[in-house]
């Protein structure tokens, strides 16, 4: 009999899926301006905190399993039990029960079933390989069954470009002038930001087809994918949906269809359309849009986010059988330049900008270093790094990637060890899957490389991320370690750094806050 049910759900999703408005040919396009632009990161005003806190007691176990389950990398022994135990308590509620695990993983094979179904339907008329795509192990594979290679044609009619001046690393990367090989615009346009406090999890208001969702901003993929209105009820309870009927500008891709399943079973799959996508007044037409028809319960309980928009490069794209653009690749070619910039701040107003970098938010001379997209990140070497006034050490052969999605910094044991070993009473407690330590701690400075180019200092006071208890006494750190040879430098490092992300030259730029 259970296996008849989830026969049932499987044909329900299916029918979902299939269940599309149909296509409206009557675009209106607006003219190219080009210009840039700026977004407000928004707040979620809804953590329960420890008194004298901003963020929600075990908020720091939650990310870092959501940073594991992101990238595929195997939960260490304890994590996922640490999560179990929170959520017995009230202010774990939203935590994942460790008696789920078989639901989960039933839910995982559901939604592979579907993505396999769906892309298996286009194989036939594409001939192209219809395997769902997956998070690669340890990130070096974004997209399971993808080669790696620079395919991210754009979406059916999109307006679409070649990068301009993109190559690995090219001249004046780390010059000062990080426009000599890309074609920019003197005109512009800005949007100002009106932020909110805290920095626990940060969502952006996204326009599609004049429905606005908050949406996460993710440097560290390349979907653009949101709740829609063919979920079913209660998957969009608490969410906002995009409702593709509501929009004249709407149009499906036929047979084209997306599947995103992690490490822990959790996912979203659906189908896929085009819509203007307009951020903070610059729109792009015919941007891809990735239409849930299946989530997981973990993305289902988040109700402030109602989807996630990628800024990693487009070869990451998981949609099949043709890869899409990335919203910033399309809109370049409207930008004065190829970048966009993360100003993301500690209890203080952060944005997004797009096209240009304000120089007011930094201080002294912003530092260039290559990157390798090779994988589809903005991906650096990172072979040292130094703890508080002490030595450099060395780290030869290390690599991480600057990914605004992941909420903590996830390093090698070596670093984690020798920055908490200055850290008296920081102990590592499987009880709640990481390193913790007394509160009042007056935490070291971090400083680590970015591609053998310059040293970047994280500093103490944004390692000390959220009390693991009501009292408040004990709190988990911002930096932990990752079993993965790609670390992952989240909004711990953004919070101290100003970064700049360039696609003309493949670089990245990084200096203190203002």
Same mark, same amino acid.
Do not use: H
């Given at each position: 009999m259970p296996a008849l049910q989830h026969v049932f759900v /499987?044909?329900?999703?299916?029918?979902?899926?299939? $269940? *599309?408005?149909?296509?409206?040919?009557?675009?209106?396009?607006?003219?190219?301006?080009?210009? #840039?632009?700026?977004? &407000?990161?928004?707040?979620?005003?809804?953590? =329960?905190?420890a008194v004298g806190h901003k963020r929600a007691v075990g908020a720091g176990t939650r990310a870092l399993v959501k940073a594991h389950r992101k990238y595929s990398i195997p939960?260490?022994?304890?994590? /996922?039990?640490?999560?179990?135990? !929170?959520?017995? #308590?009230?202010?774990?509620?939203?935590?994942?029960? *460790?008696?789920?695990?078989?639901?989960?993983?039933?839910?995982?094979?559901?939604?592979? @079933?579907?993505?396999?179904?769906?892309?298996? @339907?286009? =194989?036939?008329?594409?001939?192209?390989?219809?395997?769902?795509?997956?998070?690669?192990? #340890?990130?070096?594979?974004?997209?399971?069954?993808?080669?790696?290679s620079a395919a991210s044609t754009g979406a059916a009619g999109a307006k679409t470009t070649a990068t301009p001046g993109a190559s690995n690393g090219g001249a004046g990367a780390n010059s000062g002038a990080p426009f000599a090989n890309s074609t920019a615009s003197n005109s512009s346009g800005i949007v100002s930001a009106t932020p909110i406090d805290g920095d626990v999890e940060y969502l952006s208001p996204v326009d599609i087809g004049g429905q606005t969702l908050n949406l996460d901003f993710d440097s560290g993929s390349s979907d653009l994918w949101v709740f829609s209105s063919q979920l079913s009820a209660a998957s969009q309870t608490g969410h906002t949906v995009y409702d593709p009927s509501k929009s004249s500008t709407f149009q499906m891709i036929s047979g084209a269809s997306y599947t995103i399943s992690y490490g822990d079973g959790s996912g979203s799959a659906g189908n896929v359309g085009t819509d203007v996508v307009n951020i903070g007044g610059v729109a792009v037409q015919n941007q891809a849009v990735e239409l849930a028809t299946a989530v997981s319960q973990s993305f289902v309980?988040?109700?402030?986010?109602?989807?996630?928009?990628?800024? @990693?490069?487009? =070869?990451?794209?998981?949609? =099949?059988?043709?890869?899409?653009?990335?919203?910033?690749?399309?809109?370049?070619?409207?930008?004065? $330049?190829?970048?966009? +910039?993360?100003?993301?701040?500690? %209890?203080?107003? %952060?944005?997004? &900008?797009?096209?240009?970098?304000?120089? +007011?938010?930094?201080?002294?001379?912003?530092?260039? @270093?290559?990157?390798?997209?090779?994988?589809?990140?903005?991906?650096?070497?990172?072979?040292?790094?130094? *703890?508080?006034? !002490?030595?450099?050490?060395?780290?030869?052969?290390?690599? $991480?990637?600057?990914?605004?999605?992941?909420?903590l910094m996830l390093t090698s044991a070596t670093i984690v060890n020798a920055y908490y070993s200055t850290v008296d009473g920081a102990v590592n407690d499987a009880q709640v899957g990481g390193v913790v330590f007394p509160c009042n701690?007056?935490?070291?400075?971090?400083?680590?490389?970015?591609?053998?180019?310059?040293?970047?200092?994280?500093?103490? #006071?944004?390692?000390?991320?959220?009390?693991?208890?009501?009292?408040?006494?004990?709190?988990?750190?911002? *930096?932990?370690?990752?079993?993965?040879?790609?670390?992952?430098?989240?909004?711990?490092?953004?919070?101290?750094?100003?970064?700049?992300?360039?696609?003309?030259?493949?670089s990245i730029g990084m200096a203190p806050h203002q």
């Open positions: /499987l044909l329900a999703l299916i029918a979902l899926v299939l $269940a *599309v408005p149909a296509p409206n040919a009557n675009i209106k396009r607006s003219p190219i301006v080009k210009r #840039s632009f700026k977004v &407000e990161r928004v707040v979620n005003p809804n953590f =329960k905190r939960l260490p022994a304890g994590l /996922l039990e640490a999560m179990g135990r !929170g959520s017995s #308590s009230s202010a774990n509620a939203d935590a994942p029960n *460790v008696n789920s695990i078989q639901s989960i993983q039933d839910f995982g094979q559901s939604i592979q @079933a579907l993505g396999d179904l769906l892309a298996g @339907a286009t =194989k036939g008329q594409n001939g192209q390989d219809g395997k769902a795509g997956q998070a690669g192990q #340890s990130g070096q594979n974004a997209t399971k069954g993808q080669n790696g309980q988040d109700t402030d986010s109602n989807g996630l928009l990628g800024l @990693a490069f487009s =070869k990451l794209n998981t949609v =099949k059988p043709q890869q899409q653009k990335t919203f910033f690749d399309n809109a370049i070619p409207q930008l004065k $330049a190829p970048v966009f +910039t993360a100003d993301l701040r500690s %209890g203080a107003p %952060g944005s997004y &900008e797009f096209g240009n970098i304000d120089s +007011t938010k930094f201080n002294g001379t912003m530092q260039w @270093a290559n990157i390798n997209n090779t994988r589809g990140f903005w991906q650096f070497s990172t072979n040292s790094f130094v *703890v508080g006034t !002490g030595d450099a050490m060395l780290t030869p052969g290390a690599q $991480a990637i600057a990914d605004t999605g992941t909420t701690s007056q935490l070291p400075d971090l400083q680590v490389d970015v591609g053998n180019s310059f040293m970047a200092t994280v500093r103490g #006071s944004d390692i000390n991320f959220a009390p693991v208890d009501q009292a408040g006494t004990t709190c988990f750190g911002g *930096v932990q370690a990752i079993d993965s040879n790609l670390q992952i430098y989240g909004d711990i490092m953004f919070k101290s750094q100003f970064v700049a992300f360039n696609a003309g030259n493949n």
